[in-house]
């Protein structure tokens, strides 16, 4: 157990719906990261906050979009929903939000968009 | 562009014979280079970070080592539940982010 923790674990859904994932990193972490892993394209890096702000942008689509809050847990809501979207979102979190920490993922979030 | 290059795409394996995987890596100014394993339809588990050529790390009958383009993880005398996806990934640049670029991952099966 990485101590991250995520729900829903499974998510089925229509598309053009709205859902919202969420995330709580571990006890201490200031660092959120959220990834998108489909057969084809592997783990994809989508974006990064630390300590409430946004730190980095990955590939991320403009239908997509996330928050971490004062509590530090993290919201990624996808909007628009299409076939293609169907993955497994991960989010990790770290110590800092630099280089050099390592990240602890969560069990995830299996999205299917029908 | 920053890419990370797994090999082999898959590795079979009887229980108890010893190989290799290979990460290579084209970054600008690599950070850290990571290790994952990866169970299906689980999150990714931390292994080993490296951060410099020559630098090595063990843990049980994993042991990974780091040059300037790649990093190779030997596994000795693997066992069935050895079983598994491994993932390299690396930080680079000189940008404050911690963002990963994963490779495609090595999947390994060892048979008993």
């Known amino acids: 157990d990485s101590g991250v923790t995520q729900t829903p674990k499974h998510l089925i859904t229509a598309t053009g719906q709205r859902v919202t994932l969420r995330c709580s990193p571990r006890?201490?972490?200031?660092?959120v990261y959220w990834y998108q892993q489909s057969l084809d394209q592997g783990l994809q890096f989508l974006i990064q906050?630390?300590?409430?702000?946004?730190?980095a942008k990955g590939n991320i689509l403009e239908r997509f979009s996330a928050q971490q809050f004062p509590d530090l847990h993290s919201e990624l809501n996808l909007s628009s929903l299409e076939l293609g979207d169907s993955a497994l979102y991960f989010c990790?979190?770290?110590?800092?939000?630099?280089?050099?920490?390592?990240?602890?993922f969560g069990p995830g979030t299996r999205l299917t968009v029908t | 562009e920053d890419q990370v290059t797994q090999s082999p795409e898959a590795l079979r394996l009887q229980e108890g014979e010893s190989s290799s995987l290979n990460c290579s890596y084209t970054?600008?100014?690599?950070?850290?280079l990571f290790w994952y394993r990866q169970d299906p339809g689980k999150g990714p588990e931390f292994l080993f970070t490296?951060?410099?050529a020559g630098e090595e790390k063990e843990k049980e009958r994993l042991k990974a080592t780091l040059t300037k383009k790649e990093s190779f993880l030997h596994i000795t005398a693997p066992k069935p539940e050895d079983s598994a996806t491994y993932l390299c990934?690396?930080?680079?640049?000189?940008?404050?982010?911690?963002?990963?670029?994963f490779g495609q991952g090595t999947t390994l099966q060892v048979k008993p």
């Open positions: 490296l951060y410099s």
């Open positions: 006890s201490g972490d200031l660092s």
């Open positions: 906050y630390y300590n409430g702000e946004e730190r």
């Open positions: 990934a690396v930080q680079a640049g000189s940008g404050n982010t911690g963002k990963l670029i």
């Open positions: 970054v600008s100014g690599l950070r850290g």
């Open positions: 990790a979190s770290s110590v800092s939000g630099q280089v050099n920490y390592e990240q602890y």
